[in-house]
């Protein structure tokens, strides 16, 4: 089993920043990659980012790409999520989420319980 924590969530205004961190315990050995997804209210949940733990290979949404920066330290077993230039539609309840090696490339195997964002416009 993988126990994810996020932090870093909050309240900021519109065109502020907010870092989220995810810090990842017990058999992270097994975790290949992770991902921080987001849900608004009455709308479905996305992710908005995705890297590789060897290899730090990213991807991002269309609706992130260039605001957000997703990063990782090893060492730490933690992984990051830097939200440059919020807007009001970034607010949502964003999870840390893990995969496990070998698993469905479709799913993750692990979340954490969710850190509140909220822009304010």
């Known amino acids: 089993q993988v126990q994810l924590v996020e932090s870093g969530g909050g309240l900021v205004q519109a065109g502020g920043s907010l870092r989220l961190t995810c810090v990842a315990s017990?058999?992270?050995?097994?975790?290949?990659?992770m991902g921080w997804f987001r849900q608004a209210p009455g709308k479905e949940r996305e992710l908005a980012a995705s890297?590789?733990?060897?290899?730090?290979?990213?991807a991002y949404a269309d609706s992130v790409k260039g605001r957000f920066t997703i990063s990782r330290v090893n060492a730490k077993n933690t992984a990051y999520l830097q939200m440059n230039s919020l807007k009001a539609e970034d607010t949502a309840v964003y999870y840390c989420a893990a995969r496990r090696a070998g698993s469905d490339p479709q799913r993750y195997d692990y979340w954490g319980q969710g850190t509140q964002v909220t822009v304010s416009s």
């Open positions: 017990g058999r992270t050995f097994s975790v290949s990659d």
């Open positions: 890297i590789s733990w060897i290899g730090g290979r990213t």
